[in-house]
């Protein structure tokens, strides 16, 4: 397929292709926010793929639902203003238990909005995001919204749980 691109109207179902869109965002927006060689992560595969996966850039939603797709990035991912996003990060612990889960959130809404509008201020928009949060990575490595002793418990710690919410969408 490759060079094959595809127009997906509003009225077809087509749920391996939006898996795939968002594997394929989230691999992208990760490899490049942490500049990591995605190829020495690759483990041989045991078999050969079931189905080709089409690339992000072969997708684009067209008709009524590519239209609200467009509408709700200019008119709300754009307009989204990520300081409050980010203020968990920056200063710990946030003013509620769950808040680093919305920055994922939007991350997930705006790169998949991004994929088919193509709109240069969405993309820098992402792109910013992503810097300043990572920016907040400490040097163990955790990227999250919890002070030391409350970080990725499951135990009887008030609110512990909740920062393994929040890693479910950053």
Same mark, same amino acid.
């Given at each position: ?11 077809? *179902? ?8 968002? $594997?394929? $965002? ?40 590519? &239209? ?6 200019? *008119?709300?991912?754009?307009?989204? !203003? /990520? ?11 946030? *003013?509620?238990?769950?808040?680093? &889960? ?19 201020? /969405?993309?820098?928009?992402?792109? !910013? ?12 490595? #955790?990227?999250?919204? #919890? ?15 909740? !920062?393994?919410?929040?890693?479910? #969408?950053?």
């Amino acid at each position: 397929m490759k060079g094959a691109t595809m127009t997906i109207e509003s009225s077809v *179902n087509q749920p391996l292709c939006w898996a795939a869109l968002g $594997l394929a $965002l989230s691999l992208t927006l990760h490899g490049a926010a942490a500049e990591l060689d995605p190829a020495s992560l690759r483990v041989p595969a045991k078999m050969p793929d079931a189905a080709e996966v089409l690339s992000p850039a072969a997708i684009h939603m067209d008709g009524w639902l590519g &239209e609200r797709i467009t509408a709700n990035a200019r *008119n709300r991912l754009l307009k989204v !203003d /990520l300081e409050p996003l980010l203020a968990g990060f920056r200063k710990k612990p946030g *003013n509620h238990p769950w808040i680093g &889960e919305h920055i994922g959130k939007w991350l997930h809404a705006a790169t998949l909005a991004w994929a088919n509008t193509g709109d240069p201020r /969405l993309r820098e928009k992402l792109d !910013d995001a992503v810097i300043e949060l990572l920016k907040t990575q400490e040097a163990d490595g #955790y990227l999250g919204t #919890y002070l030391p002793d409350k970080r990725l418990g499951l135990d009887d710690r008030p609110n512990a749980d909740w !920062d393994v919410w929040s890693h479910k #969408y950053n």
